[in-house]
């Protein structure tokens, strides 16, 4: 995997005002440790918040992915309280052996260098748009092993509280049809062309959509 240069590799907080439906509702963080260690390896821990709801239906979703040096995850946890819906699990990942055990003790095979959700998203803000519209990767969750697209569906210009950007839109796609939150529904992401930061997203969640534009962006 040929990465860039990009803000991530340094510690990182991106944080998002979230409208759920027509509602607003809350926050969406994106955080970065930037270089860490994992089992004395150098790696980095990716963390992805959302909190807030509306009346009689609240969301606390938390997902947490832990990447070697060329983003191959290695752990990745996924903590979901959505309304009524609740739940709790992790994955490690053998990136070596080409296997992954589940928190319920299920070992399963799976392709070297497969994706998780979480760093499926990082992966996705270093790919070269301008040289190719289509990336493909091996991805794995949830006992499910494909071949995610990583492609351009388009170009806008964006404006939130922190200025305006020219982004890329992108999409990944799955034959399984769901998201990094396990909602059924596409997944757009608009990355700005020069510093490669997500200013806006769009996904369905397990119940409706949510969308989320950039508020703050803390780099050090």
């Not at 790696?43 to 918040?49: E, P, R, S, T």
């Not at 305006?164 to 909602?183: A, Q, R, T």
Request: net charge positive; with cysteine; hydrophobic share 35%.
């Amino acid at each position: 995997m040929n990465l860039i240069v990009i803000a991530f590799f340094r510690p990182e907080t991106l944080v998002f005002d979230t409208k759920f439906g027509p509602f607003k509702t809350g926050k969406l963080y994106m955080i970065s440790s930037g270089r860490t260690t994992w089992k004395g390896k150098p790696a980095y821990k990716f963390i992805l918040i959302a909190v807030g709801g509306v009346p009689f239906f609240r969301i606390n979703d938390t997902l947490l992915s832990i990447v070697d040096e060329n983003l191959r995850p290695r752990l990745y946890k996924k903590i979901q309280n959505e309304g009524k819906y609740h739940y709790w699990g992790w994955i490690s990942y053998d990136q070596n052996n080409g296997t992954a055990l589940y928190h319920y003790g299920k070992r399963v095979k799976i392709p070297k260098g497969s994706l998780d959700p979480l760093s499926l998203v990082y992966v996705a803000r270093t790919l070269n748009y301008d040289d190719r519209k289509v990336f493909r990767f091996p991805y794995h969750v949830d006992e499910i092993t494909e071949t995610v697209k990583i492609k351009v569906i388009g170009e806008e210009r964006v404006k939130t509280p922190t200025g305006e950007y020219d982004c890329w839109i992108v999409m990944p796609e799955l034959k399984s049809g769901k998201n990094i939150f396990g909602g059924k529904g596409g997944m757009k992401v608009w990355i700005d062309k020069k510093t490669r930061v997500p200013v806006k997203v769009r996904v369905k969640m397990i119940f409706g959509s949510a969308e989320g534009i950039l508020i703050k962006h803390i780099s050090r």
